[in-house]
T-cell receptor
Framework: DVKVTQSSRYLVKRTGEKVFLECVQDMDHENMFWYRQDPGLGLRLIYFSYDVKMKEKGDIPEGYSVSREKKERFSLILESASTNQTSMYLC?????????????FGSGTQLSVL | AQSVSQHNHHVILSEAASLELGCNYSYGGTVNLFWYVQYPGQHLQLLLKYFSGDPLVKGIKGFEAEFIKSKFSFNLRKPSVQWSDTAEYFCAVNAGDMRFGAGTRLTVKP
């Protein structure tokens, strides 16, 4: 089975801290995604990547950046965490470049920014 | 970019009732359509997907969805829900990257 692993299940950070959320997949998938999930808003796409060193903005990239130095790893970075970034963050991967395969999700990181 | 609208935020049904959850999308080109489910405390799981061919697709656990291109809709249905169907349901559209709707929380009363 495909495994998408997020490094932390729960994180508590302070306002202004730099936060790294790590995601690793073990199936050589080209595509990787970062979403945040908030009640009543569903999943909103932050950034995605189709290949190593490639990144594209999603719907809500402000306040975030990403890094994909290796195919299996896709990191989400909060340069200066703010309270409105408290959320559940979901990483996902899929095996083809565009479109028609399902996403495989990690178990999520619940980030609280105090 | 494409966008997805789910009409119902919270649906409450009794067991054995029929279910229909609405999903509309906005995108002029070819899309691939998905319904995902998230049971309490679990990962998102794929229920069903549509790429091409028969617009009525069947998924796991007795769910089905119908793609109506003229209405830009992909509604999810189940003829008789069970208590174990209590979950949050997300419609998603892939036209190069996957966009999700806001989700519909389904509560099934035993």
């Amino acid at each position: 089975d495909v495994k998408v692993t997020q490094s932390s299940r729960y994180l508590v950070k302070r306002t202004g801290e730099k936060v790294f959320l790590e995601c690793v997949q073990d199936m050589d998938h080209e595509n990787m995604f970062w979403y945040r999930q908030d009640p009543g808003l569903g999943l909103r796409l932050i950034y995605f990547s189709y290949d190593v060193k490639m990144k594209e903005k999603g719907d809500i990239p402000e306040g975030y950046s990403v890094s994909r130095e290796k195919k299996e790893r896709f990191s989400l970075i909060l340069e200066s965490a703010s309270t409105n970034q408290t959320s559940m963050y979901l990483c996902a991967s899929s095996p083809v470049a565009r479109g028609n395969e399902k996403l495989f999700f990690g178990s999520g990181t619940q980030l609280s920014v105090l | 970019a494409q966008s997805v609208s789910q009409h119902n935020h919270h649906v409450i049904l009794s067991e054995a009732a029929s279910l229909e959850l609405g999903c509309n999308y906005s995108y002029g080109g070819t899309v691939n359509l998905f319904w995902y489910v998230q049971y309490p405390g679990q990962h998102l799981q794929l229920l069903l997907k549509y790429f091409s061919g028969d617009p009525l697709v069947k998924g796991i656990k007795g769910f089905e969805a119908e793609f109506i291109k003229s209405k830009f809709s992909f509604n999810l249905r189940k003829p008789s829900v069970q208590w174990s169907d209590t979950a949050e349901y997300f419609c998603a559209v892939n036209a190069g990257d996957m966009r999700f709707g806001a989700g519909t929380r389904l509560t099934v009363k035993p």
